[in-house]
């Protein structure tokens, strides 16, 4: 709907509830609906750029950030993504972010803080200082 092309999936699962085929969408500008909420659901928004420092904009304009992912083959531009993408948790090369051993957590309106991995038990603990000369 608004212009993008469904490049892939985008039909109802068979079966109770509400799910969704993975989709895929292109022909995206940053006026449309999609582009300034966070989607929880398989959908991958397919948004070319000319440069890398565009592509972070773009990725910085929205007022969430949970998770971000992306594909390169350049070790300078994974560099720039890992330092300037405002999001908890970016994903380089791979998809694999959800994993219990490593914390989970969004910053901007995606959330305050993180789950899981070490971080997440600190809240918990009394932490004690000594110190001693003999």
């Known amino acids: 709907r608004g212009g993008a ?4 999936g985008g039909k109802a699962v068979e079966g109770a509830g509400y799910f969704f085929e993975p989709t895929v ?4 500008t940053p006026q449309m609906r999609i582009m300034n ?3 929880f659901g398989p959908v991958a928004l397919l948004v070319p750029f000319d440069t890398v420092e565009e592509a ?6 929205v007022p969430f950030g949970l998770a971000s992912y992306a594909f390169t083959t350049s070790m300078k531009t994974a560099q720039a993504l890992s330092t300037y993408i405002e999001a908890g948790m970016l994903s380089i090369n791979h998809q694999g972010i959800g994993l219990p051993e490593v914390p989970f957590g969004g910053i901007k309106d995606s959330g305050y803080g993180s789950e899981g991995g070490t971080e997440a038990i600190e809240a918990y603990l009394n932490t004690k200082l000594v110190t001693q000369y003999n």
């Open 25 to 28: 969408l292109s022909g995206l």
């Open 37 to 39: 909420e966070e989607p």
């Open 56 to 61: 972070i904009a773009e990725s910085n304009r």
């Open 5 to 8: 092309t469904l490049s892939a």
